[in-house]
């Protein structure tokens, strides 16, 4: 499939699915990176962006949200480069400073991110200037209710973090929760459409210019989970394992159910829709539907990452 020509002075550093996508975005005289990665992957993180820098400071991070695979190497970058500024968006600034890993879901995903801090609020109807170009901050609530999404309209370029990939969206977890958002789901496609964007930047995955076909494909998948909201629920039980080994890469099945059971995502989805059910088994049969799937493997009692 041929991929859309970014604008030069824009680049991609497209990660697997444990880390976020990282976009650098050069000026005559500054620069600016959106989303950081995972915690783990920080040293990797480092070498793309000082490469692809060549010399130059990193002056600018923005976090498009504050999930842990968008914002876990904000620490490292701001070890190595003391003069960055970084902005967040406002709805958890509250919780970054103080820190606190449970308000911000880390502790309840099961997942990690060193500490970091912020210097300014990435406001929702306001313009950043990156690099040499104007930038629309945008709220993009449904998959993360604080997230936003970056328009620039001279070049119709959109980052679209994890509310458009190419082939659907990010889990709702305010869903997981109890919390309707399936509707603001909705909404930030519709608001993506009336942007006309000619090229978009996912949270995962490569940039595309297939919009019409991306956000049809994303309806459809919403109004799924709309008629089926269980199928959203063992969705994103299934994305939260699948991420625990795409981080670890392999873990005993003992380890995982231990970890399953010590992660309070885990037990809020299962004391809400699958209390019926012995726990151990819930989380074989998820292991179960990755493997059917592609994504892990099992050799005796050892679950291995795959796909």
């Given at each position: 499939?041929?991929?859309?020509?970014?604008?030069?002075?824009?680049?991609?550093?497209?990660?697997?699915?444990?880390?976020?996508?990282?976009?650098?975005?050069?000026?005559?005289?500054?620069?600016?990176?959106?989303?950081?990665?995972?915690?783990?992957h920080?040293?990797?993180?480092?070498?793309?962006?000082?490469?692809?820098?060549?010399?130059?400071?990193?002056?600018?991070l923005?976090?498009?949200?504050?999930?842990?695979?968008h914002?876990?190497?904000?620490a490292?970058?701001q070890?190595?480069?003391?003069?960055?500024?970084?902005?967040?968006?406002?709805?958890?600034a509250?919780?970054?400073?103080?820190?606190?890993?449970?308000?911000?879901?880390?502790?309840?995903?099961?997942?990690?991110?060193?500490?970091?801090?912020?210097?300014?609020?990435?406001?929702?109807?306001?313009?950043?200037?990156?690099?040499?170009?104007?930038?629309?901050?945008?709220?993009?609530?449904?998959?993360?209710?604080?997230?936003?999404?970056?328009?620039?309209?001279?070049?119709?370029?959109?980052?679209?973090?994890?509310?458009?990939?190419?082939?659907?969206?990010?889990?709702?977890?305010?869903?997981?929760?109890?919390?309707?958002?399936?509707?603001?789901?909705g909404?930030?496609?519709?608001?993506?459409?009336?942007?006309?964007?000619?090229?978009?930047?996912?949270?995962?995955?490569?940039?595309?210019?297939?919009?019409?076909?991306?956000?049809?494909?994303?309806?459809?998948?919403?109004?799924?989970?709309?008629?089926?909201?269980?199928?959203?629920?063992?969705?994103?039980?299934?994305?939260?394992?699948?991420?625990?080994?795409?981080?670890?890469?392999?873990l005993?099945?003992?380890?995982?159910?231990?970890?399953?059971?010590?992660?309070?995502?885990?037990?809020?989805?299962?004391?809400?829709?699958?209390?019926?059910?012995?726990?151990?088994?819930?989380?074989?049969?998820?292991?179960?539907?990755?493997?059917?799937?592609?994504?892990?493997?099992?050799?005796?009692?050892?679950?291995?990452?795959?796909?």
């Amino acid at each position: 499939m041929q991929r859309p020509t970014l604008p030069p002075h824009i680049t991609v550093l497209e990660r697997g699915w444990l880390s976020s996508n990282n976009i650098l975005i050069r000026g005559r005289e500054s620069s600016a990176l959106m989303d950081s990665g995972y915690g783990t992957h920080a040293p990797q993180t480092l070498l793309l962006v000082e490469s692809a820098l060549n010399g130059r400071p990193l002056d600018l991070l923005l976090n498009t949200h504050l999930h842990s695979d968008h914002c876990g190497g904000n620490a490292a970058l701001q070890g190595a480069y003391p003069a960055l500024m970084t902005l967040i968006p406002p709805g958890l600034a509250r919780h970054v400073s103080p820190w606190d890993p449970h308000a911000l879901t880390y502790a309840p995903t099961g997942q990690t991110c060193p500490q970091f801090g912020f210097d300014a609020l990435l406001l929702p109807g306001t313009e950043i200037r990156l690099g040499d170009t104007l930038w629309q901050i945008h709220a993009a609530p449904g998959h993360d209710p604080h997230s936003v999404i970056l328009f620039e309209p001279a070049a119709r370029v959109l980052v679209s973090a994890d509310a458009l990939w190419e082939r659907g969206f990010g889990v709702v977890f305010p869903e997981l929760e109890g919390v309707d958002a399936f509707a603001a789901v909705g909404d930030t496609l519709d608001l993506i459409e009336s942007l006309a964007p000619a090229i978009v930047i996912p949270g995962h995955g490569p940039a595309f210019a297939s919009i019409e076909t991306s956000l049809a494909s994303a309806r459809a998948r919403l109004d799924s989970f709309v008629s089926h909201p269980e199928k959203h629920i063992s969705h994103a039980a299934k994305v939260l394992l699948k991420f625990k080994l795409l981080e670890v890469q392999s873990l005993a099945l003992p380890a995982f159910i231990a970890w399953a059971r010590a992660t309070s995502y885990f037990l809020l989805i299962y004391s809400t829709h699958f209390s019926e059910l012995d726990f151990a088994q819930w989380v074989e049969n998820l292991i179960a539907d990755l493997i059917r799937s592609g994504a892990a493997t099992r050799d005796g009692l050892m679950i291995r990452n795959a796909g």
